[in-house]
Structures are given as structure tokens and as C-alpha cells.
């Protein structure tokens, strides 16, 4: 049997490596999917965010935690005028009077995180002219004032500080209030129910057009919730799973293959090369590696991309070199590399088919540790601020959490989410290439 | 044959010598170059000069706007004046020498230490050498990461000595299952810790190095910095304790499974003297190398740990230089961690030969 092989049947005895492949296989699975479902420039589109997110929350905390808390946190309600009837009343010289009921059916004891009402007119000279007001299930009529709408309108109802001292309280609170004076109750309770909002326009051209839509944001949104952008975090999170895998897997195999060729070639060919290959090494050590990434980052540009290939650049005189070349070492007097001088073979091929493969299985361990430290090494550089300008990642999550001070306001989530991600890749990993170590690593065999 | 002793004796420390000598020089080109290659990217091989150029136009053009000393002044004097200013600075940067031979002249000046003076910062206390400034940090990372990093290098070799004597218990394997743990870095535990223990349960500050203001007295500094420490702490040793008890753990283990040990053991010696004399003792040089490069480690600090601690140490130092663009600072804290970083390789080569009788056979033999 194969060393390969028998390694593979051997690593089915560690439960540790299922579990971390299983991990890693999922990971992949999620994105595989990604980037099908949501191709790179429209993930790069959607998280640009604008207009888009408008109808989303802010800062909304995904739905099944609030109601694994026994929290009643509503979702986001909508009512559209061209799912609603609109009646036309008595309509006089060119003027006509539309009446259109926006109901919603609220069935939470939370109250919502915002009211807006978006209005889109269609005319041509003359701006029709809304009348809006809001109808408790009680039946209590409240006025919210009226205004001429232009072509894209926003009313941002929750945002009106006459409403609000008219209302005693803020205006999502007080408009889905229990009945009754402000402030009697510690923590007052929303009504359940059916609430409209009443709207009627004057139009004054005989083909002017109003629709409107209401929103009633909610405080939880979707299985992972939204930003301070109103943006839904699931595009960052699913899109992270396929950068952080490309970028770890990327940095590992330039950073292991280049070293280890190099290693061999050193080894193989001697003399001034070996030396001078020992001698990049130790310069290398003495370059520390994530000042350079945050000055690359700073002074020049933060692609993904171009860090990817200082972190590649600089891997290449790792420190590893030097274990690579003690193993590599006894080789070069091997009886097999003797045969293969014999018959001709040239060095590359000496070194590409005969010493590099030898050791690979060492080195497989080595490897598969090394991509989560680069899957971290891209959320470190994120979370300075040095994230790639459009792609959404997982450190690009984090960072807008710190820099919005998340846990401070309780949005906890927003950082355990991405974090989540991030450990359960480490862990994958980590778990896989410990097993690898103990089944590929003889001196580890007996241990 | 007592000349003849003395007479390889000789031999050997002329040997020795000449080897120190060689190391030395390779040592120090060593640095020459590293630091020479900082030195080219933080100044974006001379690109940060025309940054430079355009941030002193601007400054001096609003010096002039500003001062109404020149309010009277005609725009052509003006004008002449602006550009009178900005000739000085230029010349007092020196920009008007190419790039090359400045970058030179800052290699001359950094391999001699001369780490001069900073272009925007300046340290609390109000300087503008660049000594001054790293000086003034160094404490905050020395306490923090030194305390971490002895921490973790003590309690694991202790620890991973404990488990080699009884692997395969039920305490190896839980640190064997735990120690992939560490994929993750210490700034991530760090999130974590400061989640649930000081916004969930306020027991410890989220950040900082002591209460503002600081405490007056000695004793409640103390505290007070115990008290900011033991976050950032915890954060470093969860993120390396279980690993590094792992490959110490392994290393004894492959030590102890040596012929000479097993003879030993055979012969009936106690336990604990095998431990210190056929384990410890042989495995000593790769335990003091790690020892001592976890001691270089400790000056560069970690720029993320101290920026999500809020730590106002070395780290931080070096991204506020680096996002300011303040080059003299930048190369001064590379040209540092690069000496040390030297010093301590050639005190190992050193201490390999006096340590380990098996590195001079070979360097006689090559």
C-alpha cells in the first residue's frame, strides 16, 4: 500500500480528523454555493450597500437567537399601496382625492425599530399632496401631518419630533403603544393588532400617480441580521467562507511549495546557493512581517490580492527553509537520486521529481496548519482597517463591529458571527492537521 | 602532553575566534540589508516624498493665509514668500537630494542608532526623538507580553514535563484535543474575553492601561494595572498555552524514548534524576532557543492585541507611525527588533557551542 494511502485509512482512526474534515467539507460546500448563488460583482454590488438595504433594519440581531432568548422582537413588516385598494372620492376641475389604507397586521409585544413611509409620485407639473394619519386597533386616530411629495419621497415617521412630543415618547413607540398616559407604565407593552395608516392625496393632474409603501422596520432580521448599513450580513458572512479559504489555501501552497523547492534546490546544488539561501533566511527573520503587510496596506493599496502576494513573497525565506533542509539533506546521497543521476535525469527534475516529493508527507501537516494562521492573518489585517476596499470578509465584518463599538450597544452578534466563522475554520484545520501530524510524522508514531 | 593540550587548546579557541568573527560579519550585513529594506518600504522606495512635498505646500500655504502679520502683503510677495518657506523645509528634510543617496544616509544613521528625530509624533511627554517616543511605549508591551509570554513558557514546559511522565492519561489527551485551540491568535480570545467579562459581567475594564486619571499612590497603580492586565493577559496565555504544552510534551516524549533513557531507567536510577540529567539536560539548548527568541518576540509587541485591548504599547506605537506616515519612528522600531534579534542569534551560536559538545565537532569537521 501507498504511504498515501495507508495514511488516509489510518487517519479514519482519529476522530479529531473526521470532525475537522467534516468542518472543512462544509465549509467548501458553503462556498461552492456562494459563489454560484451570488457571482463576485454582484457580492461586490450588494455590499457597496445604498437603496438597495433600504427596507432592511439597522443593526437587527438575527431572529432565531432573539426567539431562543423567549425574546418577541418583531421582523419587519410591510404594507404596499398596489396591494391596496384605493378608493377615489369625489374628484372636482381637474382635482382628484384618493384614499388608500396601508394596513398592517402587528402581532408582536415589541415595538418596532423604525416607521418610513416611501412615496414615489408619478406627474407632470403639479406635486400631488398627501394627508397621512394612523389608526390604532382601538380606533384612535392620530395625525401625522401632511406634505406635497416629489417624485421620491421619505417620510420618516419615527424620526418626527413634533410627532414625538406630541406623542410624549418616540414616535414607533407611541404609535404602538398601549392606550393611555405616557410613562404610567415601567416598560410599556406594544398592542397587538391591526394598525393603518391612512393616506389621502390630492392629485392635481388628471393623470397623476402616488404609491406609497410603509415599512415598520423590526429589531431582528433573517438568519444573521444586519448592519449599521441596513446591510444583511448573511452576503459578508457567506461571501468570507470562499475569500478566507482562497486566501489561506492560496498563502499556504505559495508559502510551502516555493519554500520547500527552494529548500531542495539549495540542498541539490550546494555551494554559494545554499549559502545564499541561508544567508535570505536569516535576513528574512529579521523583517517582521505584519509591520510590512500594514505598511503595504497603508502606504500602497490593501487589495486582498497584493497582500496575498507579500504574504507569499515573504513566506518564501521562512524559517522553515531550514528544518526542510536538515530532512532534505541525507537525501541527497540517497541510493534512488544516484540512479536517477545515472540515467540522466536533469537537476530540476532531481530536485521537482525525486527529492520534493519524498517529503511531502511530512510536510502535509505543516501545511494544513498553516491556512487557518493565514485565514487569521487576513481577518488581523481586516480588522486594522486594512481589508480589501469591495470584497466582503469576515475581519471587514468584525472591523465595522469594533468601529461601531458593537459590544458596547449589545449588538453582540455582529461579532460572534464572523467570529464564529473564524474559529470554527481555525479548529477544522488545526484538527486535521494535528491527526495528519500524529499518522505522517514517524517520530510522532509511537507517541 | 601538557603543551600539546595546551597547543589544541589554542587551536581550538583561534577556531573559535575566527568563527565568531565570520558569524559576526554575516550577522551584521544580515541587518544591513534588513534594515535596508525597511527603510525602502516606509518610504515606498521614495514615493512618500512626493506625500511629503504636497502635505508641505499645503502647511505652509496655510501658515502664510493664516498669519496676519502678511495679511498686507501683495499676492506676488506673498506668493515668493510661500515658496521661500517651503525651499527651507524641503532643505531641512533634505528632499532635494535623491532618494538613493538619503536612503544611504538613513541606513548610516539607523545602524548607528542615531534614530533622530520623529516628523509627526511625539511622545506624552511632549519630545520628539524618536528614543523618546519608544522609550516611553517599551514598559506598557515589556510588562504585558513579558508576564504573558514567561507565563506561558514556564507553566508549559512544567506542565508538558508532568504529562510526558504519564502520557496517554486522560489530562494528555484533553490538552492533545485542546491544543488546536490555538489556530486561533491572541486578539481573537481577546474579543471574546472582553464580550463576556467586561460587557456581559463588568468585572475587568475592555480596555487601556490604568484608570484615568491614575492612581496617586504606588500600591493602587498596581492595582489598578492588575486590574487593566489581566484581560489582555488571559488572552494571550489561552491563545498558547495548550499548544505550546503540546510540542513540548512531544519533545520530551521523543527525548525520553531515547536508548540512553530506557538504559537508564534499566539501570534503576531515580526518576527524577533521569528527568533533570537524561532528559532536561540534553534538551537544553532547543529549550533555551525558544526561550530566548520568546524574549525578542516580546519587543515587537502585537500590533492587534494592543489596538483591541487598547494597549498603549509598542504595537500601537508602530501602526500609529505607520498610519501617519512617520518613517523615522517606523525604521526605528525595525532597526531595534532587528539588533536584538541579531544579538540573540549570535549569542545562541554561542551558546549552542557551550551548551551542546556535538555543534563544535561539526563545525571542526566542515
Sequence with gaps: MSPWREGIARLRRYPSAVAGLAIIAALIATAVYTVIAIPYPQAQELWRGGERWQELPVNAGPVWADRLLGGDAPRTLTASSAAAETVEEAAYDGVRLNRTVLAVDYPYTEFPSEVTLFLEADFEQRRPFVRMRWRTPDGEVIPLGARRVGEQGRVSISQDRGLESRLGRAPQVGLFAEPGPAGTEE?????????????????????????????????????????????DLAVALLWGTPVALAFGLLAAVGTTVTTLVIAAAGVWYGG???????????????????????????????????????????????????????????????????????????????????????????????????????????????????????????????????????????????????????????????????????????????? | MRALLSGSALRDLGRLGLFTAKRLGALLVTVLIGVYLTIVIANMGGKVDELRMVQIRSEVAEQVRADPAFQDLSAEERQRLMERQVQLEVERLRLDEPFFWRSLDYLRQAMLLDLGRAEQMHSDAGSRQVYNIIAERLPATLVLFGTGNLLVFFVSVYAALGLSRRYGSALDRAVIGLAPSSAAPGWFYGIFLILLLAFIAPLFPSGGMVAAPPPESAWAYAASLARHMALPLAAIFISQIFISIYSWRTFFLIHSSEDYVEMARAKGLPERLIERRYILRPSLSPIVTSFLLMLIGLWSGAIILEQVFNWPGLGTLLFEAIGQRDTPVIIGSVVIFAYLLAATVFLLDILYAILDPRVRLDRERS
Design chain 1, 187 to 231: 416598560r410599556p407593552e406594544a398592542r397587538p393588532g391591526r394598525y393603518e395608516l391612512i393616506l389621502e392625496t390630492v392629485h392635481f393632474e388628471r393623470t397623476s400617480q402616488l404609491a406609497a409603501e410603509l415599512v415598520v422596520y423590526g429589531q431582528v432580521h433573517g438568519l444573521l441580521g444586519t448592519d449599521h448599513e441596513r446591510r
Design chain 1, 272 to 447: 554559494w546557493v545554499d549559502a545564499l539561501i541561508q544567508r535570505l533566511t536569516e535576513i528574512n527573520m529579521i523583517l517582521p512581517l505584519l509591520p510590512i503587510l500594514v505598511m503595504v496596506g497603508t502606504l500602497y493599496s490593501t487589495s486582498i490580492w497584493l497582500m496575498l502576494g507579500v504574504v507569499v513573497v515573504l513566506g518564501i525565506f521562512s524559517a522553515g527553509i531550514k528544518m526542510y533542509r536538515a530532512m532534505l539533506l541525507p537525501l541527497r546521497e540517497a541510493g534512488y537520486i544516484e540512479a536517477a543521476r545515472a540515467y540522466g535525469a536533469s537537476n530540476p527534475r532531481i530536485i521537482l521529481r525525486y527529492m520534493v516529493p519524498r517529503i511531502l508527507p511530512v510536510l502535509l501537516p505543516t501545511f494544513v496548519t498553516l491556512i487557518p494562521t493565514y485565514v487569521f492573518l487576513e481577518a488581523s489585517l481586516a480588522v486594522l482597517g486594512l481589508g480589501d476596499p469591495v470584497l466582503p470578509t469576515w475581519g471587514k465584518v468584525l472591523h465595522d463591529a469594533q468601529a461601531q463599538s458593537a459590544l458596547y450597544h449589545g449588538h453582540y452578534y455582529w461579532v460572534l458571527e464572523p467570529a464564529a466563522l473564524l474559529m470554527l475554520t481555525g479548529l477544522g484545520f488545526a484538527m486535521l492537521g494535528f491527526a495528519l501530524d500524529r499518522v505522517f510524522n514517524p517520530r510522532l508514531r509511537s507517541v
